[in-house]
């Protein structure tokens, strides 16, 4: 008895000590449920970790991270739940979209546990019900999209399956913050017409781009030329305004001139002594040079009554003159003081004497 009491008592402090050991060193668990620690009576729980502890099988209280005393035999712990984000790979499935295409299709579910009381009592496998729904969530939310929606509005669908899912879990005690689909495969069949469907959209965008591109390439060379004709235009119209301009000037200016100059030399000329009774030849020769040409140029002449009396004609002419000249004489000395003059010989007897030297 004595031989075997040393045995018996250091197997005991052996057990105690392996308990102890298991209890304080127990692993973290990695998903929920995981492995349960033995209570002996001191336990240090660590963070980010809720245990739920049953007291003769009724729910206790739930031990904060640190350290937390029980009562041996009378408290078990029977739950663990871990508080971080739990990360789930929810297995490929198939699904029918709206226009009859079967998907095949995989994501990730992140889960964040709330309440570890409905965590634990509220449903027999979190992860396996939050799975199994994220799943039918899936399958539902496909069915309502095509398959060319499927792929531009995977955001939305994310989401909604999402809000699917906590709406369900809020009783459990678990919350998703978001899920994400990894892979979305396509029959071969289909994926051969999305490849033809591509590059026929792409023909189309060519070819539209390309006609586009001329079009818009016609009208830019329509518009230079029009701008170029029109610019010419304007430059040449400028160029013969301004010459014209500078031509007419000139010549009007060399005109007014030597008229000017001309009058100035017929006032001296008339200045001058007998200058009146040669202005007066002068109007008589003009008169017979016009007279002369009349039946030239047309077949229409206007005679006088007296064609044949050609003193009478010069008269007639010469009085006329002798008319506008006593006219512009008064206009003259009224504007000026009176100047003595030379005598002058009478303008008939001088034109008379003319034409008798002359026949």
């Known amino acids: 008895a004595s031989s075997q009491s040393p045995s018996c008592s250091f197997s005991f402090l052996q057990c105690s ?3 102890k ?150 009783c459990w005690g678990i919350r998703c913050p978001r899920y994400e689909i990894k892979d979305i495969h396509v029959p071969p069949h289909v994926k051969e017409s999305m490849q033809m469907q591509v590059e026929a959209e792409r023909r189309k965008r060519a070819t539209v781009l390309e006609s586009e591109g001329t079009w818009e390439s016609a009208i830019n060379v329509a518009e230079g030329q029009k701008q170029a004709q029109i610019l010419a235009s304007e430059a040449e119209e400028a160029e013969q305004i301004n010459k014209a301009a500078g031509r007419k000037a000139s010549a009007m200016l060399v005109k007014a001139r030597a008229k000017a100059e001309a009058i100035q030399l017929l006032a001296a000329a008339l200045a001058q002594q007998h200058g009146n009774a040669a202005a007066s030849l002068s109007v008589a020769e003009q008169y017979v040079s016009a007279f002369s040409k009349l039946a030239k140029d047309s077949n229409t002449i206007l005679l006088p009554a007296n064609t044949g009396d050609v003193t009478n004609m010069v008269a007639q002419a010469l009085g006329i003159y002798t008319t506008l000249t006593k006219l512009q004489a008064v206009k003259t000395q009224d504007e000026m003081p009176p100047a003595c003059e030379d005598p002058q010989p009478p303008t008939m007897e001088v034109l008379k004497a003319e034409q008798a030297n002359s026949s």
Do not use: C
Request: proline share 6%.
């Open 21 to 170: 050991h298991s209890a304080w060193l127990a692993p973290a668990p990695h998903r929920l449920n995981s492995g349960l620690p033995v209570n002996i009576g001191v336990l240090f729980v660590p963070q980010q970790e809720a245990w739920v502890v049953e007291r003769m099988g009724k729910f206790h209280r739930i031990l904060e991270p640190g350290l937390n005393f029980l009562i041996p035999l009378l408290d078990r712990i029977h739950y663990v739940q871990s508080l971080k984000e739990i990360v789930i790979n929810v297995p490929q499935q198939s699904a029918v979209t709206l226009d009859n295409v079967t998907l095949q299709i995989d994501g990730v579910l992140y889960l964040w546990v709330m309440d570890p009381y409905k965590a634990s009592y509220g449903v027999e496998d979190p992860e396996y019900a939050v799975t199994q729904l994220a799943q039918t969530t899936m399958r539902s939310e496909l069915g309502k999209l095509s398959l060319d929606r499927v792929f531009r509005e995977r955001e939305s669908l994310n989401a909604n399956i999402v809000d699917a899912i906590n709406q369900a879990s809020d």
């Open 17 to 19: 000590q392996q308990l």
